[in-house]
């Protein structure tokens, strides 16, 4: 019997396995479109976040940036590809940068989100 628990932990026959979370930051600009909307949408479809958490707080990333915590996905290219589809639905021209965090992430002057908004 296997189940993971709310710290990413797999238990499997009384064996413990810590799963690591990888953590990404992308971003898109849409050159032929001011959509953001859209393509907020159409990227928290993929997975995505305009979220990013803090040392506090939880804080508003810039336009087009967003972040993503996955422990199934692990490579660049997966996030290129869910990256992709999302703005591939808002407009034809766009260009994509994607960056897998292997460290801490220094944060300066983001507006936080209230606890309404979270």
Do not use: W
Request: proline share 2%.
């Amino acid at each position: 019997m296997a189940f993971r628990n709310d710290d990413n932990v797999f238990v499997c026959n009384f064996v413990k396995i810590k799963m690591f979370m990888a953590k990404f930051i992308t971003r898109v600009e849409l050159h032929d479109a001011d959509d953001y909307e859209t393509l907020h949408k159409e990227m928290e479809d993929q997975g995505f976040s305009k979220a990013i958490k803090g040392s506090k707080d939880l804080y508003q990333l810039p336009r087009g940036e967003y972040f993503l915590s996955d422990v199934l996905i692990t490579d660049n290219d997966d996030v290129m590809t869910m990256a992709k589809k999302a703005a591939k639905k808002v407009c034809e021209n766009y260009g994509i940068i994607v960056t897998k965090i292997d460290g801490l992430v220094k944060l300066h002057n983001l507006k936080p989100i209230e606890s309404s908004d979270k």
